[in-house]
């Protein structure tokens, strides 16, 4: 079939984009919000600079290593487009029929952008300036890209059947076990740093209210047009997070009596990116115990952080890397059969395994 232009698609693919976008500022809001009062410009400085770096990077060959033809299942062909040559108004059959090429560029250059955002919260405080621009340079070029392909680009991944329907894999497990790598790296702060209250708890919910509104143009988008598969997307995401929100209030109440407003918060986030590689695929009473389930699991995490010592400032393993693993291993548990060749089973969960561990 000839790939044509849908102007109902590309409309919605823009759309999406733009709020995949406003989800850098929104994290920008909620980290600055946690930290300590000090901390605020710095972290928040630091989610925009990603806005800035991997705008370029993704322009200057990050985009072809991760979609350019695969060599040898590992990585994209650097040369293909670089520079964004041959990245145009025509669209691509491979990667979206629908839509101009320019415009999947764009889109997928907005996970690129906000997936190291991500990893900022855990050491806050420990890794400002210069190193922190390195970090952001070479995470992009030797983490976020090579996955990405390994799955979304025609990698090895991909070919054996893992799927990640809108970045579980790709952005939230990368970047959350990378957060885990990197506090361990740092080591703690100091401890009268670590005992600090969150700076501005409003701040946290604009955040979390705004990264939510984002989060239906991250996963609806992955549908990559106004369809079916982007309309699962878009209720799954919210019945996610909100099951998430109470799973977490039901179980810091039980553990402290008195659940707290930044906790619920956080959960929600934790259900938002549980849903993330599932979004499409499963039906809508799935996304509820999906959300429940990455809220539990995360919210009791926090046990492998302190029997390794790590001072993981802001929880992102916790939220990110614990939520991405555990809805990326929920669609070979509650895929809906035939929906991009896939369908619940030991196999599928097999896969999605693997997947999760390389």
């Known amino acids: 079939m000839q790939p ?11 759309m999406c984009t733009a709020m995949v976008l406003l989800m850098t500022p929104a994290l920008a809001f909620f980290y600055g919000g946690l930290v300590r009062r000090r901390d605020i410009l710095s972290i928040m400085m630091q989610t925009y600079i990603c806005l800035g770096l991997v705008a370029v990077i993704w322009v200057l060959g990050g985009f072809s290593l991760v979609f350019g033809p695969d060599i040898g299942g590992v990585i994209g062909n650097p040369i293909t487009y670089f520079g964004m040559h041959g990245v145009g108004g ?11 090429f320019i415009m999947f560029f764009a889109y997928q250059m907005m996970f690129a952008i906000i997936t190291p955002g991500l990893i900022t919260g855990a050491f806050t405080s420990r890794f400002k300036g210069a190193p922190y621009m390195w970090f952001v340079v070479l995470w992009t070029l030797f983490i976020y890209v090579p996955v990405a392909h390994w799955i979304w680009g025609g990698g090895f991944l991909g070919k054996l059947g893992v799927v990640d329907f809108a970045g579980g894999i790709v952005i939230h497990v990368t970047a959350g076990l990378s957060a885990l790598t990197t506090a361990k790296f740092l080591g703690a702060r100091r401890k009268e740093n670590r005992e600090v209250p969150a700076a501005n708890i409003p701040l946290v919910a604009v955040g979390a209210g705004l990264l939510w509104f984002g989060w239906f143009g991250f996963n609806a988008g992955g549908a990559y047009g106004a369809n079916e598969l982007a309309a699962y997307a878009f209720l799954n995401t919210t019945l996610s997070g909100s099951a998430a929100l109470l799973a977490w209030l039901f179980w810091q109440w039980r553990e402290t009596g008195r ?32 959300g429940a389930t990455g809220a539990t699991a995360c919210y009791f995490a926090r046990g492998i952080q302190r029997r390794l010592k790590i ?33 619940a089973g030991v196999d599928e969960f097999l896969i999605q395994l693997l997947g999760v561990v390389v």
Do not use: Q
């Open 4 to 14: 044509t232009i849908d102007s109902g698609d590309t409309a919605f693919l823009m």
């Open 90 to 100: 025509a669209p691509n059959a491979k990667f979206a029929a629908t839509v101009p």
């Open 259 to 290: 659940p707290s407003f930044s906790g619920i918060l956080v959960g929600s986030v934790a259900g938002l990116a549980t849903i993330t590689p599932a979004a499409g695929y499963v039906e809508p009473w799935a996304a509820l115990i999906i």
């Open 311 to 343: 001072d993981d400032a802001l929880e992102v393993f916790r939220a990110h890397g614990v939520g991405g693993i555990t809805g990326a291993l929920m669609i070979g548990i509650f895929a809906r059969k035939g929906v991009d060749g896939i369908s």
